[in-house]
């Protein structure tokens, strides 16, 4: 069964910093690309950073140099790293496969259940 399972949300402040989690089952993470992405209260759902097959990353560039994704192979699962978290990173955050284009995965991936992170003084 393919199943993304996803934890690591919270409040924080500005200037805090979260580590969030999403452990696959069903398919090994190092062999898909694996992206995050995030959907702020009435906005869309927009890509944040990707991390594919051959460990290349990318991310969105308002979070550039604050955020870091990465794999543990051994424990299956996809890490972002959210550091100098701005209030306007408020949103719930999903890990999904492919990377790309929400629309993407929605037709042929699977995604997480999401989970809610809001950066708050």
């Known amino acids: 069964q393919v199943q993304l399972n996803q934890s690591g949300g919270g409040l924080v402040q500005p200037g805090g910093s979260l580590r969030l989690s999403c452990a696959a089952s069903?398919?090994?993470?190092?062999?898909?690309?694996i992206g995050w992405f995030r959907q702020a209260p009435g906005k869309e759902r927009e890509g944040v950073s990707c991390?594919?097959?051959?460990?290349?990353?990318s991310y969105e560039d308002s979070v550039k140099g604050r955020f870091t994704i990465s794999r543990d192979k051994a424990k299956n699962t996809v890490y972002l790293q959210l550091n100098s978290l701005k209030p306007e990173d408020t949103a719930i955050y999903y890990c999904?496969?492919?990377?790309?284009?929400?629309?993407?995965?929605?037709?042929?991936?699977?995604w997480g259940q999401g989970t809610q992170v809001t950066v708050s003084a």
């Open positions: 991390i594919k097959r051959d460990g290349t990353t």
């Open positions: 999904a496969t492919p990377c790309g284009k929400w629309e993407e995965i929605r037709a042929n991936g699977y």
């Open positions: 069903g398919f090994t993470v190092d062999d898909y690309h």
